[in-house]
């Protein structure tokens, strides 16, 4: 019965891309699987090819994506997958949206792509309107400044920078750099290269370029090799599930990790070692979808403030809508706005929110070739305008409590192979037994046609597109049902 119910919301809701002013594009109505394994034969072959100049150990299949569309990936296999995981949170209004597709028709936008400046040096005359009407019309509340970037890693690193350059402005006050600071900075000596540091959490993902890989803590296999700061790192909360059922011992668990936010500011400070700034995602992504209440960021914020420490946020993976509000942090109700907000990834391209005063007085301290990417603006632009005009906000949450109820009522089902449902919106995970448990429910679930993705040692992640329906959840969930029964 169940599924001749979806069968009809299936044909009755098919997710045509586009309305008439714009070409259509109708997405598959269910995911169709064709060969033997995924990868199939041809993705086999393409990355033998691709192998012999380029190192494949990551890569899971070839995608066409001329045939995809909508929630759904093609690979070159023929094989149809509904896409929950969309390239790591990255894809907000699915595969080939016709109104992105447009957006560089238009010969004017096609030149901003073309003609890609040296954003800090050679601006185009569009630039600051842009800026105006596109990115500062979605800043977090109580940030009225922004720097772009290229991506995750590169805004969180030099988010670090301005954050040291803050600090320092503080120390040095109102006086010119001494000679002595601005030779011995050139041997990466003090006072000019002074030690400070970024406070960090367990099970931390801000990215993989050098400094930013100081403060990831969420595989061995980022850092081995690699050299590091010495920073210090706090424990993030580890919550008991239900979170209903377990909030006196979650809530003491949000006071012993603040407390141990404190300590390690406090002994770094006596080390002659500073922390500047604490670098927090609102949900820790890569290392597991590990959440923190509402109280411990209030009370992080506390901290910070107390101490003349900058509150970085970073939204990177969090940022763009996935949780049914914006920003992940609006979730928080902060007195105050956080110090710098990072992002990347649904927006298209990175960088971060701050105020004046995370501005560097002098030029070329905060700087790059291109800073940013004015195409990648132009599609954010569309973006924000098919969320607004669809309400893709309200159907994140409304599909989101779809799933979360469904994945909370397949751990009722199945408690042995499932635990700790979680999230917000469609923003969600949820726990395995085992490591070797969730990679085989993940490579079993791809079979079926669903694509998802793990997290930390024992999670199962879903990031599907804002344009994901209460339908497509329920394909979902009866496949992962399927796959809990044939284990």
């Given at each position: 019965m169940r599924h001749?119910?979806?069968?009809?919301?299936?044909k009755?809701?098919v997710?045509r891309?586009?309305?008439?002013r714009y070409?259509?594009?109708?997405?598959?109505k269910?995911?169709?699987v064709?060969s033997?394994?995924?990868p199939?034969?041809k993705?086999?072959?393409?990355k033998?090819?691709?192998?012999?100049?380029q190192?494949?150990?990551t890569?899971?299949?070839f995608?066409?994506?001329?045939?995809?569309?909508?929630?759904?990936?093609?690979?070159v296999?023929?094989n149809?997958?509904?896409?929950v995981y969309?390239?790591?949170?990255s894809?907000?209004?699915?595969y080939?949206h016709p109104?992105?597709?447009?957006?560089f028709?238009?010969?004017?936008?096609?030149k901003t792509?073309?003609?890609?400046?040296a954003?800090?040096?050679?601006?185009g005359?569009?630039?600051p309107?842009?800026l105006h009407?596109?990115l500062?019309n979605?800043?977090p509340?109580?940030?009225?400044k922004?720097?772009?970037?290229?991506?995750?890693?590169?805004?969180?690193?030099?988010?670090y920078?301005?954050i040291?350059?803050?600090?320092?402005?503080?120390v040095?006050g109102?006086?010119?750099f001494?000679?002595?600071?601005?030779?011995?900075?050139?041997?990466?000596?003090a006072p000019?290269s002074?030690q400070l540091?970024?406070?960090?959490?367990?099970?931390?993902?801000?990215g993989?370029?050098l400094?930013?890989?100081?403060t990831t803590?969420?595989?061995?296999?980022h850092?081995?090799?690699?050299?590091s700061?010495?920073?210090?790192?706090?424990?993030f909360?580890?919550y008991?599930?239900?979170l209903?059922e377990n909030?006196a011992?979650?809530?003491?668990e949000?006071?012993?990790?603040l407390?141990?936010v404190?300590d390690?500011?406090?002994?770094?400070?006596k080390?002659?070692?500073p922390?500047?700034?604490?670098?927090?995602e609102?949900?820790?992504s890569?290392?597991g979808?590990n959440?923190?209440s509402?109280?411990?960021?209030?009370g992080?914020?506390?901290?910070?403030?107390?101490?003349g420490?900058?509150?970085l946020?970073d939204?990177?993976?969090?940022?763009g809508?996935?949780?049914g509000?914006?920003?992940?942090?609006?979730h928080f109700?902060?007195?105050?706005?956080?110090?710098?907000?990072t992002?990347?990834k649904?927006?298209q391209l990175?960088?971060?929110?701050?105020?004046d005063?995370?501005?560097?007085n002098?030029?070329?301290r905060?700087?790059?070739t291109?800073m940013?990417?004015p195409g990648k603006?132009?599609?954010l632009e569309?973006?924000?305008?098919v969320?607004q005009?669809?309400?893709?906000?309200a159907?994140v949450?409304e599909t989101g409590k779809?799933?979360k109820?469904?994945?909370?009522?397949?751990e009722?089902e199945f408690?042995n192979?499932?635990?700790s449902?979680r999230?917000?919106?469609?923003?969600?995970?949820?726990?395995c037994?085992?490591?070797?448990?969730r990679d085989?429910?993940?490579?079993?679930?791809?079979?079926t046609g669903?694509?998802?993705g793990?997290c930390g040692?024992i999670?199962?992640?879903?990031?599907?597109?804002?344009?994901?329906?209460?339908?497509?959840?329920?394909?979902?969930?009866?496949?992962?049902?399927?796959?809990?029964?044939?284990?």
């Open positions: 001749l119910l979806l069968n009809t919301l299936i009755q809701n997710y891309l586009g309305c008439n070409s259509t594009l109708q997405e598959p269910e995911p169709i064709k033997k394994a995924i199939g034969p993705s086999l072959e393409l033998d090819k691709l192998d012999a100049v190192s494949t150990g890569i899971q299949l995608a066409d994506y001329e045939k995809s569309a909508g929630n759904y990936i093609c690979d296999d023929g149809v997958l509904l896409d969309t390239q790591i949170s894809v907000p209004l699915g080939n109104r992105l597709i447009n957006v028709k238009d010969e004017k936008n096609l792509l073309i003609n890609r400046p954003l800090g040096v050679f601006p005359k569009e630039w309107e842009k009407s596109i500062m979605i800043a509340k109580g940030l009225n922004i720097t772009t970037m290229m991506c995750g890693s590169c805004s969180n690193e030099n988010a920078k301005s040291f350059i803050w600090y320092q402005n503080k040095r109102t006086a010119a001494t000679e002595q600071e601005k030779c011995s900075c050139m041997i990466n000596q000019g002074p540091s970024i406070l960090s959490f367990k099970g931390a993902f801000h993989r370029t400094g930013a890989l100081s803590h969420s595989k061995y296999i850092k081995m090799d690699i050299p700061f010495d920073w210090p790192v706090a424990s909360p580890q008991k599930y239900p209903d909030v011992e979650n809530k003491k949000d006071q012993k990790c407390s141990e404190e390690l500011i406090e002994q770094y400070t080390k002659s070692n922390v500047a700034g604490v670098a927090i609102p949900i820790q890569e290392g979808d959440e923190a509402p109280e411990f960021f209030r992080l914020q506390s901290i910070c403030k107390k101490r420490v900058a509150l946020i939204e990177v993976q969090t940022g809508g996935g949780t509000k914006f920003w992940c942090h609006e109700n902060f007195e105050q706005p956080p110090d710098v907000v992002f990347s649904k927006l990175g960088g971060y929110f701050h105020n005063d995370f501005v560097p002098e030029p070329y905060i700087f790059n291109w940013g990417d603006v132009l599609l569309e973006i924000i305008k969320i005009e669809e309400k893709l906000l159907n949450n779809v799933l109820d469904g994945l909370l009522n397949l009722k408690p192979i499932l635990n449902t999230g917000r919106g469609t923003f969600l995970a949820i726990n037994t085992n490591t070797n448990v085989r429910i993940i490579t079993a679930l791809r079979h669903v694509q998802t793990g040692d999670s199962i992640r879903f990031r599907p597109a804002l344009v994901f329906k209460k339908y497509h959840a329920n394909i979902v969930l009866d496949r992962f049902r399927t796959v809990l029964k044939s284990l």
